[in-house]
């Protein structure tokens, strides 16, 4: 009989637990030296679904990390073992001090759920990176970004969060916040598709209201517009007469229910420091 145990994040070989989880070498160091170095990674292909497994798990590193977060693996864990203090400890330790703010599911320990609020954190960070890096919006100066994403940082993360690759509703669920999961589950019946979400994060990020200045005003509108455009274009080539109409209005409900959670009172606190190392 084989005592094959594979790794949890790519299906190589287990050389046993590391960081509370069955896992290789390769993946125990690389989970290791990203938490130790604070590293934020950005999807190579922006769409947060590549594949992890022995043969391309060195292709992707922000999919690679939240594979190991998403299994299990302990950033604090790292951090006990020693080194120097980083960002995803700051956000596991910011998440222990916000967690009693919701009463965790009965299975749930406080480590658990302080657990649970570090992978979303994480996932925050990323959604935030691929905000910065959506077409239109990286074509605006640092300052306007960083005052538009101050504003609309909940709505992006409930798009994406919603329509994540992998499964995190454990990660939901574990919060034991309601509204938080009232909102990822209407805001995942849009079912939007890769190109879907980017023009509905266009049209998030490229709002004249938030403009600094009336020049900015002008570039958001002409943004706005192309992404209107396009995403009315894009819905009509699928023959689905009623698709555009559904999205907006989708869209417009997301931006009128205000992020007013635990969540939010947690990520509030790390959102300014989050957009400076990105």
């Known amino acids: 009989m084989s005592n094959f145990s594979a790794c949890a994040v790519c299906g190589d070989q287990s050389s046993g637990k590391h960081y509370g989880v069955a896992c290789c070498d390769g993946c125990s160091c690389f989970f290791k030296r990203s938490v130790r170095r604070g590293s934020t990674y950005a999807c190579i292909a922006l769409a947060g679904n590549c594949v992890v497994d022995k043969a391309r798990r060195n292709w992707c590193p922000s999919c690679r990390f939240q594979r190991c977060l998403v299994v299990g693996m302990n950033a604090a864990a790292v951090q006990e073992e020693r080194g120097p203090r980083n960002q995803q400890v700051a956000l596991y330790r910011s998440a222990r001090r916000h967690a009693p703010l919701t009463q965790p599911a009965p299975s749930q320990t406080p480590h658990t759920q302080a657990l649970h609020f570090q992978i979303l954190a994480q996932i925050l960070v990323t959604c935030l990176r691929q905000a910065k890096a959506n077409e239109q919006f990286a074509l605006l100066d640092r300052c ?89 274009r894009y819905t009509l080539q699928q023959s689905n007469y009623m698709r555009f109409g559904q999205l907006l209005l989708g869209l417009r409900q997301l931006s009128l229910k205000r992020f007013d959670c635990a969540l939010s009172c947690m990520f509030r606190t790390v959102v300014r420091d989050i957009l400076k190392s990105l």
Request: glycine share 2%; with cysteine; charged share 20%.
């Open 144 to 232: 306007q970004q960083d005052a538009i994403l101050q504003v609309v940082w909940s709505e992006i993360f409930v798009l994406r969060a919603s329509h994540w690759s992998l499964d995190i509703s454990a990660m939901i669920e574990g919060c034991g916040d309601e509204q938080l999961k009232r909102l990822i589950f209407e805001a995942h019946q849009l079912r939007a598709d890769v190109l879907e979400l980017n023009f509905l994060e266009s049209l998030i990020l490229c709002r004249k209201d938030l403009a600094i200045s009336p020049e900015y005003a002008v570039v958001l509108v002409s943004h706005s517009n192309a992404a209107l455009i396009s995403l009315a």
